[in-house]
């Protein structure tokens, strides 16, 4: 077996959280939650924030007509930017059994959004559990059942439902 040796380099840093990477216009553009910003990040390491999103930005997305779309998590919304700043392009707080932070988001080609929920408080969930890592290493949270999480659809008029039950910390 042949290894290939990989050079690896930092090709930019000095950010809190990054979640949700995506790959578009030549950049990597990634939420950095506990920021609140979104951002894009060149092949050289060039930085610039696109949209600061108060609540923790999330999934990230575009619509047909190429309008960026944010998951502000903390606040259960899918945020549109726009030449205007931030607003409300669907409202998720009252959506749900219990009322967890939203995660990731998919858009499809039609530009129906599918987001998912966390399922779980996960500070209180990692407190209440961590202490079992002490004991039996990381691999003791796998044995760990998580709570399950929706995924949610919002349909390109607006509407938005439950599509499905059942994931745990769905992304």
């Given at each position: 077996m042949t290894t290939a040796k990989t050079d690896l380099r930092v090709?930019?840093?000095?950010?809190?959280f990054l979640e949700c990477p995506r790959w578009h216009e030549g950049m990597l553009w990634v939420?950095?939650?506990?920021?609140?910003?979104?951002l894009a990040i060149g092949e050289?390491?060039?930085?610039?924030?696109?949209?600061?999103?108060p609540g923790g930005p999330g999934g990230l997305g575009w619509l047909p007509d190429g309008s960026l779309?944010?998951?502000?998590?903390?606040q259960r919304r899918i945020m549109r930017s726009g030449p205007g700043g931030l607003s409300v392009h669907a409202d998720l707080s009252n959506i749900g059994v219990v009322e967890y932070p939203l995660n990731d988001m998919w858009v499809d080609a039609d530009g129906r959004c599918y987001v998912g929920e966390f399922g779980v408080d996960i500070h209180a969930w990692i407190n209440e559990n961590f202490p079992r890592v002490a004991?039996?290493?990381?691999?003791?949270?796998?044995?760990?059942?998580v709570p399950e999480g929706f995924v949610f659809v919002m349909e390109r008029d607006g509407r938005v439902s439950q599509a499905v039950q059942g994931f745990r910390f769905p992304n």
């Open positions: 090709t930019a840093d000095g950010f809190s939420s950095d939650i506990y920021s609140d910003r979104v050289a390491g060039s930085v610039k924030t696109i949209v600061v999103v779309i944010v998951v502000a998590t903390r004991i039996e290493g990381i691999g003791g949270l796998g044995k760990i059942g």
